[in-house]
């Protein structure tokens, strides 16, 4: 019979703790760090002192205060030289990039993806992006893992991209692909697009603080990455979220996922397209062509984006009267159409959500924009090295 | 989200002339949230903003700022109360740089020299802290800069000076949908920064993708204040075209002031 969490343990979680928090907040002075965690000076000054040997930390002297007193050292998290990598499989694009410990992209390189590109055709193109990054490095970097933010449903235990209808994968083992073709000694970890990006958005982006947030995602398809109780939503396997294939319309149009009047048949880009008149034309600056259309007076692009944001309305409201969360945030082409059709989504959410729900949902926009899927990916790789700073560095 | 308001104007008259142009208008603005100001052409919007700003002397009302009554007689005392406004033309000098216009007729001296980098890490300051991706260089000339851009050089001096208050006229007239979307995500930013502001718009899809409230005029009046949670598009344009909409607005031939705190009916909930 265990009696509680012996003195490794705890130790262990408290270097945990002050390395999430610098790297969460950035510099911070010991002093504050005293308070925010509710250790004793001497205690932060022994995990500092641990980390900083570790080379996950350095100490200097802060700014000038202009207080009396001696002022306080201040920690910072060594962002040039630990650092992870990140990639993003988009449906039009490849993204690899290396970002440092405290979030912040360091070096980056995008692909285009032709549609129909196979995950085993996909992890050379990304594999040669690091290639080229890793020549760029200083000297003494330290690499603590990889994570991949992909289009599509992942399992949870071992990354497995079980299907992706939008990429046209099914059962696509992308993270031991990266992983032999990177010949890197680290794990990879893959998440779902959305999934990774609340997880940026919570963390350090327009919903830090908030513990209720349901961020969706949009390209072709329409995912939702959700954070419950302050806590990722994942369902029993990692696939929860897949709220584009929520039907809206019993006789709606033919979604990729081979059922009809799927939510993202409305609002994703071939609804948006089509609605437009545009079916020939795809990706996402076709989107936004519509969108510039229907600024200058194009009729049929404001009907298109009218009629989508109606839509998308619709949608929300159900999440909302779903999981009551206090904030909404629209990623990816959901920005765009938002943005475009706000009259729309809050019109028809204020007429279809129920009024306890609705009372304080904020509806935003992300703060970190394109860049959250890639310091999402780099999240589930710094994970590891926060549970436990001492044995992954 | 806050209860109290920081600014709140009470009974607010105005007349040029024989012309009454604002009557017993109330109207408030909420630290952390933004205040859409709507209404049709000459429904007072612009008279109201300039009664605050202190350009124009109000005939009656009251001024409450923080909890505290105050008069507002020149634009130096709205600026000594930490409010702002960014006028549709913006007010920036061509051929200045960045950091220039941001302290043009303010700058920072050490001495007898203007003390260039005090004011130009303020400016950086103030452009990191909006997350302002947009600008290269801080001394590049506002000539060389783009519609979007010249907004947010705006928009950052009016928070330069630890305001609390900013109003922003028209932010998004005249920009491409990229850079009205950049502005609109920059204006929620400032109130999630913690500021009160006021945005004055006739672009309906503007209001709704940031404002926390809609305040609506009609021939000088203030027909309503409303959580944009409680109305629907149709709605606000009805009370914009009518001064009426439901329950909403005002109510026979009499009312001076129908001072709306009633939750809308979102019964009509039509989409246009």
């Not at chain 1, 959410?349 to 992300?366: D, I, M, Q």
Request: net charge negative; glycine share 12%.
């Amino acid at each position: 019979m265990r009696v509680g969490p012996s003195q490794d343990e705890i130790r262990r979680q408290n270097l945990g703790a002050l390395l999430r928090f610098v790297h969460v907040h950035g510099a911070t002075t010991r002093a504050e760090l005293t308070t925010a965690l509710g250790l004793n000076r001497s205690t932060i000054g022994a995990l500092t002192a641990d980390l900083a040997a570790a080379g996950l930390v350095t100490e200097g002297a802060p700014r000038e205060t202009g207080r009396a007193g001696r002022p306080s050292l201040v920690v910072r998290p060594e962002s040039d030289r630990v650092f992870a990598y990140a990639y993003s499989i988009e449906v039009d694009r490849l993204r690899a990039a290396r970002v440092g410990l405290g979030g912040a992209v360091l070096d980056r390189r995008e692909l285009d993806r032709p549609r129909g590109l196979t995950a085993a055709e996909a992890a050379p193109l990304l594999a040669g992006a690091v290639k080229e990054m890793r020549q760029a490095l200083p000297e003494d970097a330290v690499c603590v893992g990889a994570g991949v933010a992909v289009c599509g449903m992942v399992r949870r235990d071992d990354g497995l991209v079980r299907l992706g209808p939008t990429t046209g994968w099914v059962d696509e083992p992308i993270g031991a692909a990266l992983g032999t073709e990177l010949g890197v000694d680290v794990p990879v970890t893959v998440g779902n697009v959305a999934d990774v990006a609340v997880f940026a958005e919570h963390a350090r982006g327009a919903a830090a603080g908030c513990d209720n947030v349901i961020y969706l995602y949009g390209d072709v398809g329409v995912g939702a990455g959700i954070i419950a109780g302050g806590r990722r939503l994942t369902g029993h396997g990692g696939y929860s979220g897949e709220v584009g294939h929520m039907v809206v319309a019993r006789d709606g149009a033919r979604c990729e996922c081979g059922n009809r009047g799927c939510w993202e048949t409305e609002i994703g880009e071939h609804g948006l397209l089509r609605a437009a008149g545009r079916s020939d034309a795809r990706g996402r600056e076709a989107m936004l062509a519509v969108f510039d259309a229907a600024d200058r007076g194009d009729a049929q692009a404001q009907i298109a984006v009218r009629q989508a944001g109606d839509w998308l309305g619709f949608g929300v409201a159900n999440l909302v009267n779903i999981f009551n969360p206090e904030m909404v945030i629209f990623g990816g082409t959901m920005r765009d159409l938002y943005l475009a059709a706000a009259a729309q989504v809050r019109s028809r959410l204020n007429s279809n959500g129920l009024p306890a729900c609705l009372e304080h949902v904020r509806l935003r926009t992300p703060k970190l924009g394109a860049d959250a899927p890639l310091v999402g990916a780099a999240e589930l790789a710094f994970d590891r090295l926060l549970a436990d700073p001492l044995d992954v560095s | 989200m806050s209860a109290t308001p920081l600014l709140e104007l009470r009974g607010i008259d105005k007349s040029f002339g024989p012309v009454q142009v604002l009557r017993d208008v109330a109207f408030a603005a909420y630290p952390g949230e933004v205040t859409a100001l709507v209404g049709d052409n000459g429904a007072g919007k612009s008279t109201l903003v300039k009664c605050i700003s202190g350009i124009y002397p109000t005939d009656a009302g009251q001024f409450v700022f923080d909890g505290r009554p105050v008069n507002i007689h020149s634009p130096r005392d709205a600026a000594a109360l930490g409010i702002e406004v960014v006028y549709q033309d913006l007010a920036l000098c061509d051929n200045l740089d960045i950091v220039q216009n941001m302290f043009l007729g303010r700058e920072k001296r050490s001495g007898i020299v203007l003390d260039e980098p005090t004011m130009e890490q303020m400016a950086a300051e103030t452009l990191a802290g909006l997350s302002v991706r947009t600008v290269k260089s801080l001394r590049q000339h506002v000539s060389s800069l783009s519609g979007g851009q010249r907004q947010t050089v705006a928009i950052a001096k009016a928070v330069l000076w630890n305001s609390r208050l900013v109003i922003l006229d028209e932010p998004t007239a005249a920009l491409g949908v990229a850079q009205t979307a950049q502005v609109l995500e920059l204006v929620r930013r400032l109130a999630d920064n913690g500021l009160a502001v006021v945005l004055i718009s006739h672009n309906m899809n503007d209001v709704f993708a940031v404002s926390d409230r809609i305040a609506a005029l009609y021939l000088g009046q203030m027909v309503a204040q409303v959580k944009t949670t409680d109305i629907t598009h149709a709605q606000v344009v009805e009370l914009i075209t009518a001064g009426r909409s439901g329950g909403l607005g005002l109510t026979g031939e009499s009312a001076t002031n129908g001072n709306g705190a009633a939750p809308a009916d979102s019964t009509t909930g039509g989409v246009s």
